[in-house]
C-alpha cells in the first residue's frame, strides 16, 4: 500500500494577488507613525493613571490613592510594557491596521493572510515590537535588507505596512474661458 504524499497548499493566493502592486510605507512615514503611537500611548496611560488620584478636601491637593508611584517609562517597570502591548493590539485590531500615529502619517497595516486583522495578529505584531528592538533595534532596520520592506514584527505577524495616501488629479476647469476679443464686442 502506497503512502500518499502531502504537499503545500498555499492557504490563499487569492489574498497575496489582491495586495500585489499597493505602494509600500517608507520608513520615515512608519518612524514618524511610531513616534505618534508612542505620545498617544503615553496620554492615554495619564488619562488612565487618572483613576488612582484622589483630592484631599482637607488640603485641597491632589495625591495617589494609598500612595501607588504610577509611572510610564518604558522598560522601567511593567505595568507600562503591558500598557503598550495593549494600545498597539487593541488600536491594530479595533481599527483594523490603523493606528493614530499610522493614520496621521497616510499608512495602514494590512495582513498578508486575512481580509481583516484579527486579534491574536495584532497581539503578535504588538509583541513583535519588542523582537525587532532587542539587538540594538536592527529588526527595525530590515526594513532597508529586504525588498518587500518587511520588519521582524511585520514578519511575526504576516503583515505589511501600506501606504494610504493617493495622488489627486488636477482637475480641468469646466467653465470656458472667453475670448478676450468676444468680451469687447
Known amino acids: 500500500m ?8 498555499s492557504p490563499d493566493s487569492s489574498r497575496s494577488e489582491a495586495l500585489i502592486g499597493k505602494p509600500l510605507a517608507s520608513f520615515l512615514q512608519r518612524a514618524i507613525a511610531l513616534f505618534f503611537d508612542f505620545i498617544a500611548a503615553g496620554l492615554s496611560f495619564g488619562m488612565l ?3 488612582f488620584i484622589k483630592f484631599d478636601d482637607w488640603t485641597g491637593l491632589f495625591s495617589l490613592k494609598e500612595d501607588l508611584h504610577i509611572e510610564f517609562s518604558f522598560f522601567e517597570n511593567w505595568y507600562s510594557v503591558i500598557w503598550l502591548v495593549l494600545y ?20 495602514k497595516i494590512v495582513s498578508l493572510v486575512h481580509e481583516r486583522i484579527n486579534l491574536f495578529h495584532a497581539f503578535e505584531r504588538a509583541i513583535g515590537y519588542g523582537a525587532s528592538t532587542l539587538e540594538f533595534g536592527f529588526g527595525f532596520f530590515q526594513f532597508f535588507i ?3 520592506r518587511r520588519t521582524i514584527h511585520d514578519r511575526i505577524a504576516e503583515t505589511i505596512v501600506i501606504s494610504t495616501a493617493t495622488k489627486k488629479k488636477k482637475k480641468k476647469s469646466s467653465k470656458k474661458r472667453k475670448d478676450p476679443v468676444e468680451k469687447a464686442s
Do not use: E, H, W
Open 49 to 51: 493613571s487618572i483613576l
Open 88 to 107: 498597539f493590539t487593541f488600536s491594530v485590531y479595533l481599527s483594523n491596521g490603523l493606528t493614530l500615529g499610522k493614520k496621521l502619517c497616510r499608512i
Open 146 to 148: 529586504r525588498p518587500d
Open 2 to 9: 502506497a503512502q500518499k504524499i502531502k504537499r503545500y497548499q
